[in-house]
Nanobody, 124 residues
Framework: QVQLVESGGGLVQAGGSLRLSCAAS????????MGWFRQAPGQEREFVGA???????YYADSVKGRFTISRDIVKNTVYLQMNSLKPEDTAVYYC??????????????????WGPGTQVTVSS
């Protein structure tokens, strides 16, 4: 069992940066694959990026080159560094965890545990 809590969301102007954190509790965090998803009002939850237990990363095309995922095994925390933010990045951002998942862990169904989410709002 893993519990996840996101933090670091807020209001930022276009072009600015935010760093989201996802604190995980539970055993064997280092063996989990971790993902970030986001959901804007009226839209489906979409993949943002993921990091495997061995630190291999994946990113959605829409954020590639702007967002970076990293993990701190000692702190049981995964980070999402978001730079050059755009108004279309506005959404609730969710952290997720799985010990398995598909080939690229980019689908919501790949994940077993979810955090409650944190709001990110980018003003133009």
């Amino acid at each position: 069992q893993v519990q996840l809590v996101e933090s670091g969301g807020g209001l930022v102007q276009a072009g600015g940066s935010l760093r989201l954190s996802c604190a995980a509790s539970g055993r064997a965090f280092s063996s989990y694959n971790m993902g970030w998803f986001r959901q804007a009002p009226g839209q489906e939850r979409e993949f943002v990026g993921a990091i495997r237990w061995n630190s291999v990363t994946y990113y959605a095309d829409s954020v590639k080159g702007r967002f970076t995922i990293s993990r701190d095994i000692v702190k049981n925390t995964v980070y999402l560094q978001m730079n050059s933010l755009k108004p279309e990045d506005t959404a609730v951002y969710y952290c997720a965890a799985t010990r398995g998942g598909g080939p690229t862990i980019q689908k919501t169904d790949d994940y077993d545990y979810w955090g409650p989410g944190t709001q990110v709002t980018v003003s133009s």
